[in-house]
C-alpha cells in the first residue's frame, strides 16, 4: 500500500459527459502528480501541484483540469470526454522538497469513454 | 531536457534464467535514476534508485541496476528470474529542477515455466 488513495477505481460514461478524480496523497507529501496511461501513448505526465499551486505541466489538454485543495487532495476534471480520454488515470504524490524526485503511486481510476 | 529510452517493448526469459531490461537516459545534468514496477492492475511502485551515491544499485525483489555514465545507460538485471517477476517495467529520469519525472514507455516482462 503506497498511502496514496484514487477514487473511484473504475469508471463508465458517454462522450461529451465530464468526470471528476480524486487523489488523496501520501500523508504528509505536498506535491500531486497526475498521469495518463494508455496503450498506445504509455504513461503522460499530466500536471503537477505543490501544496495547493501548479508546479509543472505536461501533455493536459485544455479540456482536462485539475486543483489541489488546502488539505493537499487533488482532483482531475475531464469534461467534454471523447473515446480517446479512455485510459488509466494515476495519481502520484512526493515530498517536496525532494533530493531524488521518488513518486508514491495510487492504484488508478480506469476510465472507459463510450 | 531529460528523456529516457527503453529498448524492447516485450521481454521473454525462462524461469531461473539471467533478466536484462536495457534503458538509455539523456540529461544535460547528472540525473537521478529511477526503475518502477507495475504489476497487473495496480499502481507503479519503485524498484530503485539511483542518487549518485553508488554506481551499482541494488533494489527490492532481487533486482539491481548500473549506472554508466559513459554509456548514458542504467540498465535493470536480476540473475534469476521468477514468476513473479512477470510485470511491466519502467525506467524513469529526473533532473532535478521542479521534480518532473519522465518515464520510458515500458518493457513488458514475460516469464516462460
Known amino acids: 500500500d503506497s498511502g496514496v488513495t484514487q477514487t473511484p477505481k473504475h469508471l463508465i460514461t458517454a462522450t461529451g459527459q465530464r468526470v471528476t478524480l480524486r487523489c488523496s496523497p501520501r500523508?504528509?507529501?505536498?506535491?500531486v502528480y497526475w498521469y495518463q496511461q494508455s496503450l498506445d501513448q504509455g504513461l503522460q505526465f499530466l500536471i503537477q501541484?505543490?501544496?495547493?499551486?501548479?508546479?509543472a505541466k505536461g501533455n493536459i489538454l485544455e479540456r482536462f483540469s485539475a486543483q489541489q485543495f488546502p488539505d493537499l487532495h487533488s482532483e482531475l476534471n475531464l469534461s467534454s470526454l471523447e473515446l480517446g480520454d479512455s485510459a488509466l488515470y494515476f495519481c502520484?504524490?512526493?515530498?517536496?522538497?525532494?533530493?531524488?524526485?521518488?513518486?508514491?503511486f495510487g492504484e488508478g481510476s480506469r476510465l472507459t469513454v463510450l | 531536457a531529460q528523456s529516457v529510452t527503453q529498448l524492447g517493448s516485450h521481454v521473454s526469459v525462462s524461469e531461473g534464467a539471467l533478466v536484462l531490461l536495457r534503458c538509455n537516459y539523456s540529461?544535460?545534468?547528472?540525473?537521478?535514476l529511477f526503475w518502477y514496477v507495475q504489476y497487473p492492475n495496480q499502481g507503479l511502485q519503485l524498484l530503485l534508485k539511483?542518487?549518485?551515491?553508488?554506481?551499482l544499485v541494488k533494489g527490492i525483489n532481487g533486482f539491481e541496476a548500473e549506472f554508466k555514465k559513459s554509456e548514458t545507460s542504467f540498465h535493470l538485471t536480476k540473475p534469476s528470474a521468477h514468476m513473479r517477476d512477470a510485470a511491466e517495467y519502467f525506467c524513469?529520469?529526473?533532473?532535478?529542477?521542479?521534480?518532473?519525472?519522465?518515464f520510458g514507455t515500458g518493457t513488458k516482462l514475460q516469464v516462460i515455466p
Open positions: 540529461s544535460s545534468v547528472p540525473p537521478y
Open positions: 524513469a529520469v529526473n533532473s532535478g529542477g521542479y521534480q518532473k519525472v519522465t
Open positions: 501541484y505543490y501544496n495547493g499551486e501548479e508546479r
Open positions: 502520484a504524490s512526493s515530498v517536496e522538497p525532494a533530493d531524488t524526485g521518488e513518486l508514491f
Open positions: 500523508s504528509g507529501d505536498l506535491s
Open positions: 539511483y542518487t549518485s551515491a553508488a554506481t
